[in-house]
């Protein structure tokens, strides 16, 4: 069964039919139906997965494209590409149904209705690029997908979005070329270079040896991603797209479409650069700690919820950068669990945020107050969702913020203890948050809110859920992460840690 | 010097289900949480019957123990895979472990109990039964873990029910930004546990405390693997997340807020269980403080300062509970001051742990009872001859008090006195200055004594007071129980320290109780002064209804030793300047730069943000249609 390539087919097609509905509230039907078929074929895909197989790229499909160039229709996922697909099918559906109203023009302050068919069909576009991106195993093929998928977000930000979609949008937009374009320049030039007349990526891997010519072509990816996932001080576009966004595009902008800038690192820059990613190293490691400390300092200043939310998300993807280049084992697996925790934890402080926003009209925190006492539901959630933001153990990010932490730590201890203190600022930035918008006296604006309605409750329980469950037992997905990340770093070529223990031993015998 | 015995892997038996100590608790709040307000009405009944269960789950765990031979008394037991390859979660039930769990579980439960009556009128009952059963659970995890990791999950789950139980009020601003700062404080410790725990990982490539013996420790340091500067690190990384735990200097300052919880909260978690946590954290660790000095002695440092502020502070305090809360303190600082003394200071601190658990958690629950009288009023100068209103409280209190002053023969006499002792013998100045801990301790809680229940009424005008229902007064008068006996019960004939020796080793030579000896009668004599030098003060004379204005020292006191102040001065406000700035920096800088630099290049003047659409948009999407039309055509001339 050629899984993949059905797996995109269904939300394009999906996406057409959205289309052409005769009414909106069909089209919403249609795409919350259409998105959980993508999620059941996704889990029906994965059961099947072999994680101890020999074969590394599963479901693979090589069809050529432009044969004069190489170029390949070439998809299949290995450990990692699974588990982030996994995450986009299953915010997908979440996200339509937290979106249902969000083009209507209702609620308080919204932005005028805009065609709530066309909004839907976006969505559903969005999420055949993001289960193409990753799963492309053709590195022209992947460049497509990371161009191609601005599109629909463009549309989602700047038609959709609040008072400022259009300074937002553009914004994102000119980042986003900006290092795609140094992207594709890399890309080609990878091509010409390694002389092997193909873009497939398994066969590229380890090509370029001369240490020059890779420093050149990482730097043109690593940019590529460092503006994509974003790191600092590419970051600043974030907050404002994610502000301006519409909710559920906001979880799909953060939760998925910057993850592939961190997947890019971990996937393209390390195995296809291995010398050239050691040698920046110590650049990449150090704009990650800035990165964590800088966005948790600049969330614990924020005034606006959204703004805020972003901000953590920027300190986060510090976090998964350090994994990445920390190159050990459990650096590499606890970054990838993380951009999946990242995914559903955010996801769900964003869903959630957006409700709130939706009740009062405004994302200033100074606007609210007390929320508890009149929703409980959806205070008590909200708090959960930033529990696990914070990395409380018991809750999905805690296991891979542990996995980064200690991975840094076996080989780099100074910028890990530094890093660590990332746990202090995100207690501050949560729970400041919090106290401010969900406890003391109920604010005299709050005092007519409803507690979360029953489709929003079955927005928040899957996250929820999900959030708990891999908060006690991670280990289903990192059996599926941990021999994709072992291969990874044996492409790149680095010594296996030791505990200074068995290090001496075997210094001893 | 015995060491402690090898973990024999367990199955069977009900230590093979102990798991069900922390499984039960956890259910209840689950369903207490997820069940809504189908569970208002009896709600309080499950929790209770849940933390009783996880009692008897402890009680039977601990006669199976006693039923073992002494080699054999560290069972393990393998749950599932956490992390695979770094940790399991899995459980060790030993003497150390068991011992807190027949505390968390007995006492909890009868705070449990108590809570029906204390928190009958209030809307929310369920959602406390609820939160009280998560701590439970969360405190079982943290004692019973087998891993540092596991260990930790236990700890920050403690913090978060700290967090939510000190904040249950949350609609009262104070409140709210008490559990706020709690946790907060705690991830400072936190941080330091963590690091812990990556130092250990790299070192011993294992984080099961059955990996880390003393043997593997001192093997490390001989073969060159860890360096004693390494060892001393890990140990006082411990240290400073016992600190956080266990409100001891330098991070004491949230203990004091967080009596803006409900009064049973206060009872459970920052008096009986979890702020003695980091005492628990440090026996624990004792192969890495044993193999490192000079850990040890900051340790021993810590707990003095600490049991020294906080008795200071707790001469100040007109509001009891924060009076109960400085004590609190001060008493943990004795429990650290004897975990930074080796086996026999372990056996102590521990045993002292427990009999604390009793009258402390008798004392706050009294306190609540006299609250509960009065209109939730705390200012013990609106107090004062209480005793003839409420017997049983009085009573029960003036037990715990008793205990906590170390009356001889109560228990507290001869745990703390065990700990004075064995200071002395380690260094002559702790060991004092231990003794003057003990003689303002008999000072500031005969204060409370006299403020509360003796002299004259000082009532406000619509304070009824009455005796509360049995609810609350049964679980007094069991803790009460347990202040008088428990503590000769642990002590005499070493029985506690023989118990004990399997899971934290124990001296060749046990050290024999004197009745008599110079530091317990020079305590003895302290406290006599302290609580005469009380009696004129707040017993003989008149109580003003206001607190007079006081000395430097006195004011020192009452703002807690401007802990709060500096914490303010040197973190919070450069925080916030910090904040504020780099949030500037961020949107004017960073981004100004680059909005400049588009600006710049796309021919525009003005800054990006005034070009509300058109021409920047225009021009984005035709690099994008560019770029399209470059793929397009490379497309087209690749089919060629």
């Known amino acids: 069964m050629p899984w993949l390539s059905i797996l995109m087919a269904v939300p394009v097609l999906g996406a057409v039919g959205v289309s052409l509905t005769k009414s909106d509230k069909l089209a919403k039907q249609l795409a919350l139906a259409v998105s959980l078929v993508v999620l059941a074929l996704t889990g029906v895909m994965a059961a099947q997965f072999n994680p101890s197989s020999a074969t590394r790229f599963q479901f693979a499909e090589v069809y050529d494209w432009i044969p004069r160039f190489g170029v390949h229709y070439g998809v299949g996922v290995d450990g990692i590409a699974l588990v982030l697909i996994a995450l986009s099918a299953v915010l997908v559906p979440i996200v339509i149904l937290a979106s249902w109203h969000d083009a209507d023009g209702t609620g308080a302050a919204a932005p005028p209705k805009r065609s709530v068919k066309t909004y839907f069909a976006l969505l559903l576009v969005l999420e055949a690029m993001m289960i193409g991106v990753f799963a492309a195993t053709d590195v022209f093929l992947f460049y497509v997908f990371f161009e191609a998928m601005l599109i629909p977000m463009y549309f989602m930000i700047g038609s959709y979005g609040g008072a400022q979609r259009s300074y937002a949008a553009v914004k994102f937009l000119l980042y986003s070329l900006f290092g795609g374009l140094l992207m594709l320049v890399a890309v080609i030039a990878l091509y010409v270079i390694a002389d092997k007349g193909t873009f497939m990526f398994p066969e590229l891997v380890g090509v370029i040896q001369d240490p020059n010519t890779q420093k050149w072509l990482f730097l043109g990816f690593f940019i590529a991603f460092a503006v994509k996932a974003p790191l600092w001080p590419f970051h600043t576009w974030l907050p404002d797209a994610a502000a301006q966004a519409p909710a559920g595009a906001a979880v799909l902008l953060v939760g998925v479409l910057d993850k592939v800038g961190t997947y890019g690192m971990l996937r393209f820059c390390l195995e296809l650069f291995p010398d050239a990613a050691k040698f920046f190293t110590p650049l990449v490691i150090v704009l990650s700690v800035v990165g964590i400390v800088y966005g948790a300092i600049v969330a614990i200043g924020q005034t606006d919820i959204k703004r805020l939310i972003a901000y953590t998300s920027i300190s986060h993807f510090g976090f998964i950068a350090l994994g990445v280049f920390a190159m050990t084992a459990h650096g590499g697996a606890g970054a990838t669990l993380y951009m999946v925790n990242h995914g559903f934890s955010t996801g769900a402080l964003f869903l959630i945020a957006g409700f709130l926003i939706y009740r009062r009209g405004s994302s200033q925190i100074a606007d609210y107050g007390g929320v508890q006492k009149v929703a409980p539901l959806l205070a008590g959630t909200f708090l959960i969702a930033g529990l696990s933001g914070l990395s409380l153990p018991g809750l999905s990010s805690f296991v891979s913020e542990f996995m980064v932490l200690m991975g840094t730590y076996e080989r780099y201890a100074v910028p890990a203890i530094i890093a660590t203190s990332g746990v202090i600022l995100a207690a501050v930035y949560i729970l400041w948050m919090y106290q401010r918008t969900m406890t003391g006296p109920t604010a005299e604006s709050v005092k007519g809110f409803t507690d979360l309605n029953i489709r929003e409750r079955w927005v928040v329980a899957p996250l929820i859920a999900v959030i708990i469950a891999l908060g006690f037992f991670p280990k289903p997905v990192l059996d599926v992460i941990n021999p994709a990340v072992d291969q990874t770093l044996s492409n790149v070529h680095v010594d296996q840690f030791t505990p200074a223990v068995a290090d001496k031993k075997g210094a001893g015998q | ?640």
């Not at chain 2, 004017?588 to 990006?608: H, Q």
């Not at chain 2, 948009?617 to 087209?636: D, K, W």
Request: net charge neutral; proline share 3%; hydrophobic share 55%.
């Open chain 2, 1 to 640: 010097m015995q060491s402690p015995v090898e973990i024999v892997q367990h199955s069977g038996g009900v230590i093979g289900v102990s798991w069900l100590m922390i499984a039960l608790p956890l259910l209840g709040a689950a369903i207490l949480l997820l069940g809504g307000r189908r569970t208002d009405r009896w709600g309080h009944l499950l929790g209770v019957a849940m933390s009783l269960a996880a009692f008897v789950v402890a009680v039977v765990s601990f006669v199976e123990i006693l039923g073992l031979p002494e080699s054999e008394r560290r069972r393990g037991i393998e749950l599932y895979q956490f992390i695979p390859g770094v940790a399991d979660m899995g459980l060790l039930i030993d003497p150390l472990s068991i011992s807190f769990a027949l505390l968390i579980t007995g006492v909890g439960s009868l705070i449990h109990i108590y809570s029906i009556g204390y928190m009958s009128h209030d809307p929310d009952r369920r959602r406390f039964f609820a939160y009280l059963n998560l701590f439970v659970a969360a405190m079982l995890l943290l004692v019973l873990a087998d891993n540092y990791v596991a260990l930790f999950v236990g700890w920050e789950g403690v913090g978060l029910a700290s967090y939510l139980l000190i904040g249950f009020w949350q609609f009262k601003p104070t409140a709210a930004a008490a559990a706020k700062k709690a946790f907060i404080v705690n991830r400072v410790g936190d941080f330091g546990l963590l690091i812990a725990i990556f130092t250990v990982w790299t070192t011993f490539g294992s984080v099961a405390f059955g990996d880390l013996s003393g043997a593997t420790v001192s093997g490390a340091i001989g073969s060159g693997a860890a360096s004693q500067g390494t060892i001393t690190a890990i140990g006082l990384l411990l240290l400073l997340g016992a600190c956080g735990k266990s409100a001891q200097l330098p991070l004491q300052s949230w203990l004091l807020d967080a009596m803006e919880g409900p009064t049973p909260v206060s009872a459970l978690i920052h008096a009986a269980t979890m702020v003695t946590a980091g005492v628990y954290l440090v026996v624990r660790s004792g192969a890495f403080f044993e193999a490192a000095p000079t850990a040890q002695l900051v340790v021993t440092i810590v707990g003095v300062a600490t049991l020294l502020a906080g008795a200071i502070i707790g001469c100040a305090k007109d509001d009891i509970k924060k009076g109960l809360a400085g004590s609190t303190m001060s008493q943990i600082g004795y429990m650290m001051l004897g975990a930074g003394l080796g086996p026999v200071g372990y056996a102590f601190a521990i045993a002292h742990l427990i009999t604390h658990g009793f009258f402390k958690a008798n004392m706050f629950l009294g306190a609540g009872s006299v609250m509960h009288a009065m209109n939730d009023e705390v200012d013990m100068r609106r107090y004062g001859g209480l005793f003839s209103v409420m017997k049983v409280t009085a009573v029960t209190f003036i037990i715990g008090y008793l205990a906590i002053i170390g009356f001889p023969l109560l228990s507290g006499y001869f745990t703390k006195d065990g700990i004075i002792e064995t200071a002395m013998e380690h260094n002559q100045i702790l060991g004092w200055l231990a003794v003057v801990g003990a003689g303002i301790t008999g000072f500031y809680m005969s204060r409370m004594i006299f403020m509360t229940f003796f002299g004259k009424k000082r009532w406000a005008d619509d304070a009824h007071p009455h005796e509360s229902p049995s609810v609350m007064t049964v679980p007094l008068v069991i803790l009460s129980i347990g202040s008088i006996f428990l503590g000769a019960f642990l002590i005499l004939d070493n029985r506690f320290m023989k118990f004990l020796a399997p899971a934290v080793g124990a001296p060749e030579e046990l050290p024999a109780f004197h009745f008599v000896s110079t530091a317990g009668l020079a305590t003895l004599a302290l406290v006599a002064v302290g609580a005469a030098f009380a009696w004129f003060r707040y017993g003989a004379a008149e109580v003003p209804q206001v607190a007079p204005r006081g000395s430097f020292l006195t004011t020192f006191a009452r703002r807690d030793l401007y802990g709060d102040a500096l914490n303010e001065t040197l973190f919070m406000r450069p925080g916030q300047w910090l904040a504020r700035i780099a949030v500037f920096v961020d949107n004017r800088g960073i981004d100004g730069l680059v909005n400049g630099l588009a600006a710049t290049i796309g021919g525009t003047s003005g800054r990006l943000r005034r070009v509300q659409t058109g021409y920047v948009r225009s021009y984005a999407l035709s690099i994008l249609f560019g770029a399209a039309v470059v793929v397009g055509a490379l497309l087209y001339v690749g089919n060629m």
